[in-house]
């Protein structure tokens, strides 16, 4: 017989500072936070899941198997991928079973990281588990997991009201009909706001594979010739259009770097035209790219959207990995990245435009105090993003924090953001940034650095007035 | 009727350690340093202020108008830079006025800054503010230190003896004849010492408009045809000469790199005359300052003014602010620096050299452990440069002290330095400071990594000896 | 009569946290793993002082003048190279004594340094001193410890045994007959295991300046042609094979930077040939070494030693101290490293290739949270290093840590690695990173967000089971 298997039990003042008259305040500013509306301005969770509203398939597919965060390390720690369930479509029970199983089996190697700390909280939390997940118990935690996905309660609809959430922002493809944003909208059952995501990366990279196919289908989706530069803008200006008629109130973007240099529109129309005919080199692909950029800046001073950026990923490091099992796959790894000399342009053209917004996200740290931080710290367009990917973790959050504030403050920044794909960690990642904002304050009031009233102000504006301004929302 | 505004009353024990027990160390260490005087070996202070001794005009005129610390935050947040009275020469009654209610309006967007935290230690010690700023008292307390403001007490030199200044340094064009400098040293009502900085940035970038006219101006100084390359040396020369027999120690150098390539005397000469009549490449521009940079080394092994470098910022970024509201308006953005391969020519020849000292700041925290530190713990002409510009703040400076002394300790730092050009802020930053260093050595204590009487030697040191040294002071 | 030199103890609690309730929860943790055996996978000792087991000669030779972490603050501090005994081959009494007072005299700027506390840990430890050295006990404690140096105890076999070191690994030439560790191994008296470390840098890197005699000296070792590319690839295999038979574990690489393009064999061939020749060119000799990194990566899969990289340092950067006083001299200072695309056609090959292994060392702490975390937490190869050289100090640890585990959890890193050449000091490097873990661990349960029997099999784990995993002990 096994050994009982540990409780399982997140503490009400887990990441809170661990000093006693620090924590007695930092609780009080938690209390007073806690249960405000999620504003979630960007992520990606599948808006279908919401029209559907079908009971999720099994824990492995609802909590593993589409979780990078969690299949990288088990990756790492020796289970493989199709162990896992990844790129296999819908998995059988034995499948799931199996994915699931290893995932508690290899419980102790997300020790410290922040998947500990969320699926903790869900699965506490949401499904009322009391055990930590072991070998020895898996089974056991997997029916449980299980039979309440039956349950009415555990469905898409009432988990996002049970959740609180006031605003869920997805992220879609331009030539999106957006049918699902509609249908929740047309629905009166549904009171949640769910909004669209303009995310055009595919349409503005000639280099990669697929380019001119999805010139051509936005030319269709917009009605607009694409095979001209002038009609390619134009169906751009369209589908965006169309975005903010569905309650777009942002566009992402995410290329390996964030240079804006022009070029002159008839270089760009040649350049347009050789990569439709598959001749453009990579610089004249690259030059393009960088020049749409600014483009997508100048639409957004026309049309609203706020501009989001999250450059310096090499996506899909691993080549082999990428053949067998698709991309987001757990090997996006960060690289370098600069922002000063390569928004220039863009900042020197519409950074003090009114009503434009740019949010500028980073997964390399050392940008944050001397990039991030004093560009928001001048330019009324720009905002310090939440700690994305990687650095969306307890400590990485703390540093962020400290890096941007002292040249910022608190106001210049975005509000916390779970960019995730995880439906059910949606509230255990906001209600983490919350704790964690509440025990910075109150290390300020402890350090005297800032009253309590004013801690008080600024946690509340931290989960509302400013992502609504932020996002626009 | 508005409600009562919240006092301002900066707590005694402001950025001290939490921890009870620390927190009690700290401040008998901070008591044992707090009052002693100030030594400020570089910042942007106008001698002529203490030479004139004027009451200053207003309130924003004194704290809220030249500030970029103060006008880019606001700015940011929304309030044009005119509106702050920036870049319109002297202020009227009204307009100075509209720019206090400015700040006073917008007070909640420093919370977590240094500005915050050195204004309110401004307004509370020097001006006996007791109310937090806001809208409905912002013109009550323009009133307030206006009225004090007119008072003898206030005037620049009763400010000087009062914040307990021993040195200031200024910081000087080469042609500057030193007149303020000079009649302040003349002067016997005045006890203060006053030196000035030798800064000849423009005359070392031939890339840069005015740079001939410069070069110039510098031969009429110092008496020299510098329309030769032999002669452009002996200028500078002179200029620092005459610097040092006024009272300079020390020269300060701001360029986007600092790379110290040498060049062989003839290219030199060919460039300094190419680029005098306006034909020289950007390459060769380059070229010629690198060059330059390391000739300054030279002269500083020559005549002794220790040799000071503050890279890696992109001046003046949105260039229609600069065209409408001049340099210095908040958009100064730092970018990525490099020392190590950079510098390489400069310690090869001049590295151990008796006398050469090398201060290096940065805005880059990257290179603080990875370069700085590891330079300043082998030579003995480098030191590692004090927190700067959007790192001269509380959570900043514990990083960086963090990040330099495991690997230089303390002895190969170069102190405090304040680098600012708002006069009344200068004891509030040497006070954070202070407060800072003692909240580390406090817990390298209660970590048992330093005996209680080191800690008390080293903070003295800290404020004493080790800028002593650093500026040869 | 100079007053009563200052009390040396180092207190039980050191560098534990100052917050009583965590502290005394790692004090608890602490106690659990203070004493288990020393695993020292990766450092410099050198082998044949076990094989003589003679005593140390002097206390300069043995704690100050081979030791560039002192020497190189000392230099820093006005001491020169040359007072220290540096370069200058076996020290007359008179000279070491006069290195030692230097030492003492200098105590002062160790102040917040590791260096500092690792010799306050031996000091009193090892020798039992129970004075701060200053320039007064100078003699004394030479002296005193001159005289246990001559006492049977203090012969580098007990120490050995005393210090409880399990496993120690040397640094070794591919050429080295590895006749010390067959004696070690082969004599009933030694039960430690000592087992070198493969590092063939100098015969992979033709640019340097005696590849063309190393190579042939390889061709002897190995009894392999190496004039030609295949016998020289045979000849690194051959001897790989050898230190393996010997008990390697690891091979170990420090290039500039660590990119892995391969080269196709031709080209690789031509290359080899020219070199030879010393007609290649410096990017040839480039293209060569990231080609042979590769390869040796391609040679880890086959004969299973774990590749360790530790890249990013310009070595002997001041040229006149390497001329006058030698190499590893403390002038080999840091640049900025790059990973991800650097090592992308290493780990394209072989990243999961099963049984390989790749250690990534940093002396440029900005890629931690960027490129080393999300690497091991990736691939099952890749292990995330300990903070290195001027990162192997308290502050410095524990940023690493908070850096990289909240990516890559514990299991994906190292394990403390010492990488020292002084032997005294492996037990209190390896007891600093225990106290480090331990305040860790106690602070993630103090803020919930690990359990305290996690705590516990993680503290062990770091000490035991993750050392022996990456490094195959």
């Known amino acids: 017989m096994s050994p009982p298997s540990a409780p399982l039990r997140p503490h009400p003042d887990r990441l809170l500072p661990t000093d006693p008259a620090v924590r007695a305040l930092a609780r009080r500013l ?50 493989t991928l199709a162990e896992l369930g ?26 410290g990281t922040p998947v500990r ?29 299980a039979e309440r996905l039956a349950e009415g309660a555990f469905r898409p609809r009432a988990l996002f009201d049970r959740f ?20 929740l909208a047309a629905d009166p059952a549904f009171r949640g706001r769910v909004v669209p995501t303009f995310r055009p990366d595919r349409y503005l990279e000639p280099a990669e594979a697929g380019w001119a196919a999805a010139v ?18 134009r169906a751009l200006e369209s589908r965006r259009r169309y975005f903010v008629a569905h309650g777009a109130t942002s566009a992402d973007h995410s290329h390996p770097d964030v240079r804006t240099d022009p070029l002159d529109p008839a270089t760009a129309a040649r350049i347009h035209a050789t990569a439709l005919a598959g001749t453009a080199t990579a610089a004249e692909c690259t030059a393009f790219r960088r020049h749409m950029l600014l483009e997508m800046a100048r639409m957004s001073c026309e049309d609203g959207l706020v501009m989001t950026l999250h450059p310096g990923i090499r996506r899909n490091h691993h080549t082999p990995t990428l053949h067998r099992f698709g991309p987001d796959t757990g090997h996006d790894i960060p690289v370098r990245v600069e922002f000063t000399d390569a928004l220039r342009p863009l900042l020197e053209r519409y950074g ?30 720009v905002f310090a993003g939440a700690p994305w990917w990687f650095l969306d973790a307890p400590d990485a959050i703390r540093r962020a924090r400290r ?8 106001t210049r920044t975005s509000g916390f953001v ?50 609504r301004k932020a996002f626009k929302l």
């Open 30 to 79: 938690y209390a007073s936070v806690r249960a405000l509306p999620i504003l979630s301005p960007h992520g990606h969770v599948d808006p279908r899941l919401l029209v559907d509203d079908a009971a999720f398939p099994d824990p492995a597919t609802l909590l593993v198997t589409p979780d990078h965060y969690i299949t990288r390390l088990l990756h790492a720690s020796g289970v």
């Open 86 to 111: 990844v790129g296999q479509g819908p998995l059988t029970e034995r499948q799931a079973r199996a994915a699931w199983r290893r995932l508690c089996e290899h419980w102790q190697v997300f020790r």
């Open 117 to 145: 700390y969320w699926l903790e909280s869900e699965l506490a939390e949401i499904f009322g588990v009391t055990e930590r997940p072991d070998s020895a118990n898996a089974d056991r935690l997997y029916d449980r997991i």
């Open 164 to 183: 609180g959430i006031e605003v869920l922002a997805t992220t879609d493809d331009p030539c999106d009909d957006l049918a699902a944003h509609r249908a």
């Open 216 to 233: 051509a289908r936005l030319g269709e989706a917009a009605d607009e010739d694409t095979t001209t530069y002038p009609g390619y803008l």
């Open 352 to 381: 003090t435009a009114p009503g434009f917004q740019l949010i500028l996200f980073t997964v390399d740290e050392s940008v944050l105090s001397r990039e991030i931080a004093p560009l928001a710290g001048f330019y009324p367009s």
């Open 403 to 410: 890096a941007v504030t002292e040249t910022a403050g608190f």
């Open 418 to 467: 779970d960019d995730t794909r995880a439906f059910c960690s949606v509230p255990a990642r906001h209600d983490m940034s919350r704790r964690l904002d509440c025990g910075l304050l109150a290390e300020l009031v402890a350090e005297h650095r800032l009253d309590e009233d004013e801690a008080f102000a600024t946690a509340r504006d931290l989960v509302d007035a400013i992502p």
